[in-house]
C-alpha cells in the first residue's frame, strides 16, 4: 500500500493497532498535563501528600548529618541553578535545615554561577527566617561561586583560603571566624554537594572524596538524570545519596518527622517534594500505561504481520 | 484563515475567557504585594571599608562610623504574602507600608507568559514559542559573558596583573594576589592570546599550542581520578563475599537478612562478569560466552531502563514545579504555602 493510499483509508475501517498508531501525539500532552495537574490542584486544596517510606541510601543521609556533634563543620556545595530547582530546592532547603536544627556550622559554597544566588535564597528560607539566632560569619557563611570547577576542587584540596579566597559579601576568609580552623576541604568532616550535573557530585567523588574519604564523608543529592550514575558510589564512596525527587521526598519525610514539635504545624515549604511525589505517583501510572498500550501494540502487529 | 490559526484562535479565546472569569471571582490572581522598609546607613569610604574590612568580621552594611559621617537612606521593598496585605489593609486602610508592585507583578505575569509559550510548542511550532526560545538563548548568552567577564576576568587575570587598578575601579575588596599567581596569570594571558592567534589571516598554527596544553592539563588531571575512582575503587568493591551472615545484636543469624544480602552479591558479581562479557569482542560469542553475553544484555537493558524511569522522574517533577508556579502564583487556584489564606 502506499503512503497516498495508506493516508487516505477510512480511519474507522483500520484494525484497533492501526488506529492506535495514528492518535495525535497531542492528545498524549493533554493527558499527561491532567495526570499532572490533577494531582496538584489536589494536594495543593486538601494538602495531604503520600506517605514516604525512606530507602536505605536516604536514611544514610540523614544519619550522618545525624550523627555530628554540634559546631561540627559542615560544607555544602551548591552545584545547581533554578533550572533544576524543581528537583534540587527541596533537597537543599531540608538538608540546611536539618544541618540549622543540629547546630552544625555550615560553609556553603557554589561551583555553578547562580548557585549562588540559589544558596542565599536557600538561607534566608530556612537561616534568617527559622533559625535567627545562627549568626552570619560564625554559624554560617556564603563563600559565593568560583569559576574553574575541578581546578577549584584541586585547589580546595590545598589551601580553602586560596579557592574562596571572599565570601559572598565581599568579607575575607582570614577575617571570617568559621574559617579560622579550617586550612583545606578535608578539615570538613561531611561534605555534602546537591548537584544537577557537571561539575557536582561525581566531580566531588573523582577529584576529592575517592582520595581522602578516610577523613571526610560524602553526602550528595542528585536530579533523575544523574542518579544511575551516581548509585555505584553509593555506600563506599558516597556516604548517602537522594535520588531526584523520590530522594528528597523521603529525606524530607524523615527530617519532618524528627523536628516534629506536638501541636506545631510543619511550615509548607517544608514539604515541597512530598506535595510533588502525588503527580509523580498519577504520571508514572500513566507512563506505564502507556508502555504497556505500546507493547501490546507491537505485538498486535507482529502477529497480524506474521498471519 | 486555516484550520491550525482557528484552532489558536479557540484556544486563545477560551483561555482569555477563563482568566477574566477567574480574575472576577474569589481574591482575584496574579498580584504581588511589597514591603517598604527604610534603610539609614553611615557608608564609609573605600579607604575605611578596607580597614573595616580588615579588622571586623561583620558585614560592611552595618551602620559605621564613617570618615565623613554622611548618612545613606534608600527604601527596601521586601515581598510579602497577599494576606500580609489584606491585613494591612484591614487594620488601616490608608496604609502605604504594604503595596502592589507593579514592576513584579508584571515581571510575574511575563513568567507566566513564557512558561506557556515555551508549553506551546507542544501543540505546534509558533511564534510566542519562537520568541521565548530566542529570549531564553540571548540572555543566557549574555549571562554567560558577563559572568565571565565579571567572576572570572576581572578578579583572576586583570586582579593578579593588575591589582592596583582593579582594586581601586572595581573591586575594593581585591585580595592582593602572590607574585607566583601573577607570573601563572602572565603564562595564561599568552596563551589566551595565542589561542586567538587563530581568528587571524596568517599563524592560525600558534593556537594549537594552548589547545596541547589544555588537552595535556585535562587529560593529566582526569586519567589520575578516574583511574583512582572508578576504575581501584569500583574494582574494589566488586570484590563482594557471596554468601553473607547477617547477624542481630544478640549475635545470631538472621537468615532472612544474610539471604538477601547473599543475593545481592551474586547479582552483583554476575552482573559485572556478564556485563564485562559482552563487552569482550575477542572471543565469538557462542556457547557459555554467548549465554553470559546475553545475561549481560538482560543486565544493560534492566540498567537503561532504570536510568529512563529516573529521567522521567526528573522532567516530571520540573513539569509539576511549573505547573505549580501556574497554579499558585499566577492563578492562585491553591495555597500551599497558606499565603493567602484561601
Known sequence: MSAANFNNTNASALPWFERLDRIDRRWIFLLMFLAVSGPILWIGVTGKTLPEAPTLAARAVFQEIDQLPARSLVLISIDFDPTSAGELQPMATSLVRQCAAKNLRMVFIALWPLGSQVAQQTIQEVIRDDYPALKEGDDFVNMGFQAGNEAV?????????????????????????????????????????????????KEWVQYVISAHNEKMNFVSG??????????????????????AIKGAAEYESMVNSSLAVEGVVTPPKYSQAQRRMGPQLVAHLFMVGLIIVGNINFFARKRRGAA | MTRQGKTWLVIGAVFVTLLVVRGMIG????????????????????????????????????????????????????????????????????????TLSWPRTIGLWLAAFFTLAIFSFLYADNSFY??????????????????????????????????????????????????????SMALALILSVM??????????????????FIVGVTAGLKIVSHVESDLMAQTAVTMKPLVVRVTD?????????????????????????CCLTYFFFSVQHKGVVGGAARVGIWYLMITFGAAFGFTVMGRIALLAARIEFLFDDWLWLIDPNHLRGL
Open chain 2, 27 to 98: 481574591q482575584g490572581l496574579g498580584r504581588v504585594y511589597v514591603k517598604r522598609t527604610d534603610v539609614t546607613v553611615n557608608m564609609p569610604d573605600a579607604v575605611d571599608m578596607n580597614t573595616a574590612a580588615a579588622s571586623s568580621s561583620t558585614t560592611t552594611v552595618a551602620p559605621t562610623t564613617s570618615s565623613n559621617g554622611k548618612p545613606l537612606s534608600w527604601q527596601e521593598w521586601k515581598q510579602v504574602a497577599p494576606l500580609a496585605f489584606a491585613a494591612a489593609q484591614k487594620a488601616n486602610p490608608a496604609q502605604t507600608e504594604i
Open chain 2, 130 to 183: 519562537k520568541i521565548a526560545e530566542s529570549l531564553v538563548v540571548g540572555v543566557s548568552a549574555a549571562y554567560w559573558g558577563v559572568i565571565g567577564f565579571w567572576d572570572t576576568l576581572v578578579p583572576k587575570m586583570f586582579g593578579a596583573l593588575t591589582p592596583g587598578l582593579v582594586k581601586s575601579m572595581v573591586q575594593p575588596s581585591l585580595v592582593s594576589p602572590e607574585p607566583l599567581q601573577q607570573i
Open chain 2, 195 to 212: 589561542m586567538l592567534w587563530r581568528l587571524l589571516p596568517r599563524g592560525g598554527w600558534i593556537s594549537a599550542w594552548p589547545l596541547a
Open chain 1, 222 to 243: 542528585c536530579t533523575g538524570v544523574n542518579a544511575p550514575q551516581l548509585y555505584p558510589y553509593f555506600p563506599q564512596q558516597i556516604a548517602g545519596l537522594l535520588g
Open chain 2, 249 to 273: 545484636a544478640s549475635g545470631a543469624t538472621n537468615m532472612w537478612d544474610s539471604w538477601w544480602a547473599s543475593v545481592a552479591n551474586v547479582l552483583l558479581v554476575v552482573g559485572v562478569i
Open chain 1, 153 to 201: 576542587m584541586k585547589l580546595l584540596l590545598t589551601d580553602f583560603a586560596k579557592a574562596f579566597p571572599k565570601d559572598s559579601r565581599g568579607e575575607a576568609a582570614s577575617n571570617i571566624p568559621i574559617l579560622n580552623s579550617v586550612k583545606s576541604v578535608t578539615d570538613f568532616p561531611l561534605l555534602i554537594s546537591v548537584s544537577a550535573g557537571y561539575p557536582g557530585s
